[in-house]
Structures are given as C-alpha cells and as structure tokens.
C-alpha cells in the first residue's frame, strides 16, 4: 500500500514554520505497519491541484495537510471539490458545531467560518474537536477513467491535526491495511553514542547486509549514531541480536528503544526510587525542560534552578564568590560547586551542572564560545566533572549539545551506581 | 528563477526525525531574494534517481540534502555521477582533510569514509569544516539535449548543512540571481495574539485583496495569526500601513518584524536596562529556556528556578507551606507568591511565574490537566494573575501554550510600565 503526503502552506517554503506534520505522521503510520513513500510540500493557492493530481497515479492513500481554513488562501476543500464534480454542500451539523465553537470566544459566524461547513458531497466529515475547520475524507474510486487513491484531507495547525489523525484517520488506515494484507513489517532502532556512522558499519555492516530482507539504515545526529533495523519480526531479531552482542557496540549503545536520553534518565530514576536536581547556566534551562517533557517526571525532578548571572549562582546555590572571582563562572571548580550546591540545597540523590559560553559574546581565551564544563553527583557526593568544546555557529545548538552531554554523564553515573548498589 | 529542494532520509518519512532543513532553506533563500517553489522527501536508495529527473524540467536550482555520508544507505554522489556519466576521482585534498579529521577523533581512515573523498568530474568540491562529507555543486548544463538545473548535493547533519549553506551556497545563488534580475520581492509578517484568522481576514482582508501584485498569506499558530505580506517594497509598504492603521488591530499586534515574543521580551528589557526572573512549575524550564535562546539574554535574565516539587517552591522560593497547604500548588495564591518569590530573593525588576497541570496526571475537578496559572510582576510588586486552560492531549503542547500565555502577559507588563514612566 504506497502512501503520500502533501504538506501545503507557503509558510512551510518561506520557513516561517518547521513541518512537524510528517515526523508526526511518519511515526502513526508506522505504529500500524504502514510507511511514507513520498512526501511533498507546495505553496498555498492552485498549485496545489496539479501537484496533488500527479500522485493520484503512484499512490493508494494520500494525506494533504493545511488549505482548510477561512481565509481566502484556504483552497483545497474547493480544489477537490472541483476535480472530482463534487457540490459543495452546507453541512448544517458542522455549521452548528462551528458556530457555538466561536461563540465560546464570544464571536459571530462570518461567510469565512461558514464556508468551512461545506461539505463537498461524498466526502465523509471529520470531526474536528480543536478547532473550526473539520477534515475530509473521499474513499478510492475511478474518475474518469483513472483511479484514485483514498483522500484525507487534514487541517494545517498541529493541534488540529494530531487528534484527528488518532481518531479519525488511524482507524481508516488500519482497515485498509487489514484489507491489503501482507505481513507487517517490524522496526528496531539502537541509539549509539560516542562512535562515528563508519565505525558503527564496520563493526556490524558486513554481518547485516547478508540478510536479504533486512533494511539497514543509519542516521547520524548531534553526536549520536542511530542503527535502524527493518523487515519481518524474525529477521530483526536476529539483526538485533547481533547488534546487541556486538562487544565494541557495547558500551556505546544507549537504547534500542528509540528512547530519548531524557527518557532513559527519567526511567532509571524511578526504578531505583532516586530523585534529581540540575543547576543550568549555559543551558539556561534546557535540561529541566527536556526532563519534564517526560510523563511523570514530576516522580523524580525536584528542583533546576536556572542560575544565569553570577549573583543568582550565589544566591541559589550557595556558590563562594571569591570562587567565581577565582576561577571564573565558566570552571571546572564552578561546575562542580553548581552540582553539590543544588544537590545539597534540594536534598536529591543525583544532581547534574553545566556552566559555559553560548555565544555570540562572552568567550575568552581560557574559554571560547562552546566551551561547557558539565558535573554530574550522585549518592556519597562523589562527582565527576567534563570539560567538553562544540564548534557550533547558534545558541541553540551550542545548547543541545550541551544538554546531550550532560544527559550521557549522568547516565553513566546512574548506570554505575545501580552496578555498586 | 525556479528552485526545488529534495530531502532524503528514511528517517524523516519514518519520523525519527523531524526535517527541519525545509526551514532554514526557505529562510536564507527569502533573505537574498528567492523563494523554494516546491519540497520532496524519498527515502535514502535508489528512488532518489528518478525524483531527482523529475524535477530537472521544472526548476532551475536543485538543493538535494542528505545521502553523502559514508554508510552503504548513502548514495546521492554515485546517482548524480551515475546519471551525468562523470567518473568519480578522489580527491587528495579532500582525502587528505578527512584523514585528519578522523585522527583528531583517535580514529584511522576506511574505504568507507574515503569514499567521501571521491568528486565526481565536473563537480565542485564544497568544503565541509563540520564533517567528512563534502558537498557537491554542478552548474546548470545540457546533457543528452535535456536542460539541466544548478545542482547541489549537501550533507543531511544539519550541523554539516548549515554552515555549508552560508558560507558556499548562498554567494553562488546571489550570483545566479542578479544574473536573472527582475524585482526583488519583500516580506512583511505581521503577528497577532488573541483574535481568530478570519476576523483578521474580516478587518484587513478585503483592502489587501485589492492590491493586485500583493501575495497575502495568514498563517494560524497556537494562539497566534501570522498576516504576511509578500511583493514589490512599495506594495508592501502600502499594505503594511493598512495593517498597522486598522484601530481594531492595534492591540493585539505584537510584532511587525517576525521576532518571537522571547527577542521582543529581551529587546523590551534591554531598552529600559530591566532584569528578570522566572519561578516554573509546569512550564518546566522552558520559559527560561526560550528566553535564554535570545543572544543577549545574559544583560537582563538573571535567574529561573524550576520549582517542580512543592519543596522546591518553598525552598528556593520561600513559599509559605501553610500557603500551599490551604490552596493547592495550581492555584492563584501560590503563582502569586511564587512571582513574588523569585523577584524578593534575585532582585530583579520583573518576574514570571507558572503553576499548573500538564499531566497526563495529576488533574483534580478544580484544576484539570491543562490548567494554569501565570502571575507578573513588575515594579512597586504590582502582580497580575491569570487563570488559563488549555485542551491538548501531550505535555510538549501544554508548556508552549503556557509559555506563550506567560510571554503576552509579560509583554503587556513591560509595554504598560513603559507607558506609566
């Protein structure tokens, strides 16, 4: 079954907005055994109609997101509507829905608002819980002669779509693949840190690559390598065996789960009962954001005081001045204050601290722009501190890096203490 | 001038990544004068040939991303070569730069990674200083009488990417644009918080559709309506003004520059030579973390606890326990004393506080998940509260919602304090 998606929206293009759409689809699709094939994006406005034509004939089911909207750059309902012969007509269920939607922000119905209640005749209505333009879906059929795929057509803005594509568009598929039939294929995905994308091949490439129905992929990240496995459940588990039995990979293998590092910290914590905090400078907080993306960090996470400028390193943490005069905020001796300091102050069984210059400004000679030192403590106050320099250009990604490197040392150290327990 | 970028990755058809190339792309592209008139994604393999072809007729650029790396999956170089039937040459410089790069890691060269060395004759060499792949750009030529486009093969690490397309990139495209002249085109994107697209659309709409060589988009976000405004600088100017004038407006215009709220925030303290500080609790980190992504950040955030647990509130923010007994840590009174908190102990001229539910537990009747409160405050410990609920279904939505909710009502602060001096 080949699937497609057509992302529309000029914002897209021009870069005003990242397409988190087909990540998001990307990842449902294959949670039911089904994969992208192709994706495209294309402005607002006509083009949209060719575009969406030229892979009716190489796909079965089509996802268009965005163009469903009030405004007068909102087309794709109409473009359907239009190839297909379909009126458009008011559904008066939808116009209701909608109405008491914009009343809820104490507004009125406009002809704009209404026109998202029309409804081209044999496409099915998908309900739309956050927001005032519902989907649409036209079931494959022949059209003058051509076959074409199955349509949804999804609302642009990312809240709108996730819940409907789990409620509405997920089901449908999953029939459909039922219907097709085929054996499911299955994926595996081992998280490497430490090694370079060659490295990782040599050790396991050759022994893989003998399995004819195995897919191989690699994906080099910020300083991770990820080993995708595949193909029917069997084969990949005798590929993952061999990844996993891999004694160079050993160490350097973090997850094969496709588990985030700040998943992994927060599982580990919980199953020894531990708790953590972190004191951030040049992360400025990254480290307790992505900790508490995690359901139920709240079981583990105590505290993470952003302590930005010298005086609240003083304040928060109990920091020496004459330390900082010393060594200077961006020190190994700082790091290491910063994480017995929160730890102390918190009373947590782990602690984690970073201390560095972000850039554009700030660097010196001793420490230039992408310099970070990171400690991490653990029970007993035993603490380790690194000193690590990334050659990034923004702050953003200075700041991911540093977070990375800061999740991995404080995974090792959790590792090794539940090895001493 | 035509341009076409083509994103290879199964990683991103899978989701495992999100493509954040697209953006930046069509940001740099927007910058000296161009626009991206059409995106495709395919997986890594052999599918990369005949979509590639594809878009040879239809553009006069072509950005291919990903596929130079050094694993069996990548293969953009030996299609491209393959096709325009130029041999592969190693290049020692090239060779040679690689080689160092991987000691300078404690590692040795292997075919694999030299393959990266291999220039295919006719294209140019584009220097990589962040990986072992360079990129390869071919001019525009005529091969078995079909026209082919300008063709530039970049590496997928976005890290690798990036600079690569500042620094060799953008000058060549400058060039092939002032080759091909025409007006340039301006954008302006005006952002609005707190009113629906479509009455935007109802106030502005119908005397910007009279303009006939304006491009309008809106664009609906979370809580915000980007206007963007696309076309000769006078036109824009024209229309601009319309925006700007429109009296129903005016209030819920916070940007006319495509600055997030975190720069306009910065920018607002920079200008009166005020600090700030943070008190989170289910925003997690992430107000701190926004604000700290703004170079510059460092002359007026001073610091941001992230009080997760309710010890941490009274610990680091001096909470009343009694406080968080009678009314709960999601409640007014404790976001209240939180803002105060933070500003009494870092002496800062403003603070920000959050409290809230981001679940997916941790919902009672009085607050449910996705309740939250955000608290102000500014000089003479003036406070405002607000009380805010937020329907979505992942904790990651929940925080930005809520950042987005805390940066408006310290915008409003920062505007209305300026107005009282």
Known sequence: MRIEVLNTGSELLLGAVVNTHLAFLGQQLFGIGLRIDRQ???PDGPVIGPVMRESFSRCDVLLVTGGL?????DITRELVAGFFDLPLERDEAVFALIKDRVAKFGREINESLARQADVPRGMTMLPNPHGTAPGL???????QGQATPHIFLLPGPPRELRP????????????????????????????IVGLGESQVEEMVGPALQAMPDLELGYCARSGEVDVRLIGPAETVARAAAIVRTEPALREHLISE????????????????GATLSSAESCTGGLLAHRITNVPGASKVFIAGPVTYANSAKVQALGIDPALLEAHTAVSEEVARAMALGVKHTFQTDFSVATTGVAGPEGGTPESPVGTVFIAVAGPGDEIEVKRRQFFVSDRETFKHLASQAAFYLLRRKLLLCAKSD
Request: glycine share 6%.
């Open 164 to 191: 409907m594509v789990l409620q509405e568009v997920l089901p449908r598929l999953r029939e459909l693949r039922a219907k097709a039939g085929g054996a499911p294929e299955t994926m595996k995905v081992f998280r």
């Open 257 to 272: 789960t496709n588990e985030t590092i700040e998943e992994i910290i927060v599982n580990l914590l919980r199953g020894r």
């Open 40 to 42: 495209s994006c294309v």
């Open 69 to 73: 909207g009030p405004t007068s750059d």
């Open 137 to 143: 879906y036209l079931p494959a059929r022949t059209h």
